[in-house]
């Protein structure tokens, strides 16, 4: 059997990137930390890493061997929990990635209260629009806004994610609003960020795929939000993230027979493992109990959302 510290060794190599980050972690010198990898590999019969001068890489043995060996890791780390706390008690540093906006409205304005409830936590927060690999870059949990599809992580559903199509009245005033969707290309600028583009919309006659063309080209959603208000376009947007201006009349819903496909939703996205860390259960619990299904964002939108086609916001 391996050396579990060897095996610790190894995946703070991985998550920090190179032998001396790692070695500065654990307080240990870059030829140390290479030796007992070696050692590691030695016993396996199988090189784990690919090393050059400025990087280091998984084999593929290499990355098999690390999502199993995160597993243990977690297992232990639960297991001194309960035998020290008497309880499999929150504890540690949490590494969460989630998308930039998101994290900023509906994620940091909640950390005071989550922390003051768990004192023996903290918390990486990771902001991105990038989907990252939550076990090579060492990550507790994702917070996705997707469909998700087949994969090796698991996935708890926190929330539903509705997508409407909007404009400002004062675009709306200059262009008028779109009669179909082919108005909407023919006739409409079309905002969306190109990692968004194209939309699935839900419409009378099921799903359609819109491509988006419009003479600004960006990769953040928060240029799209900025562009939105500012009247330049019609965009494809979430309440969470518009609601306060479609109730303030700042924003307006245009062809609201159409939205995104039904199976979007607000996920927390974590490694398959059969004994789930304390540090991360009771962070999707708390954002589970914030959020639910009839998130806050959605209040005052009822109508539109119980009966689209029937009732606008304004």
Known sequence: MSNLTDMEIFARVVSAGSMSAAGRE??????????????????????????????????????GFYERVVAILASVEEAEAFVSRGSAQARGTLKVAAPTSFGRLHIAPYLGKFLKDNPDLSINLDLGDDFVDIVGEGYDLAIRIAELSDSS?????????????????????????????????????????????????????????????????TNSSEV??????????VALRSTWDIGPELRDGKLKIVLPQYRASKDVGLHAVYPSRRFLPAKVRVFIDFLAGLYGPSPYWDAGLDAWLDAPGTAKAS
């Open 26 to 63: 654990m307080s240990l010198s870059p030829a140390v930390v290479s030796k007992r990898i070696r050692r590691l590999e030695d016993k396996l019969g199988t090189r784990l890493l690919q090393r050059t001068t400025r990087q280091i890489a998984m084999t593929e043995a290499g990355q």
């Open 153 to 217: 992580l698991v996935a708890r559903r926190l929330a539903p994610v509705h997508r409407i199509l909007c404009a400002a009245p004062g675009y709306l005033a200059e262009h008028g609003e779109p009669a179909s969707i082919d108005d909407l290309l023919e006739n409409h600028v079309c905002l969306a960020a190109v990692n968004q583009d194209p939309w699935r919309l839900m419409g009378p006659h099921g799903i359609e795929t819109v491509r988006t063309i419009a003479p600004i080209r």
């Open 224 to 233: 799209v939000r900025e562009c939105l208000l500012a009247g330049v376009g």
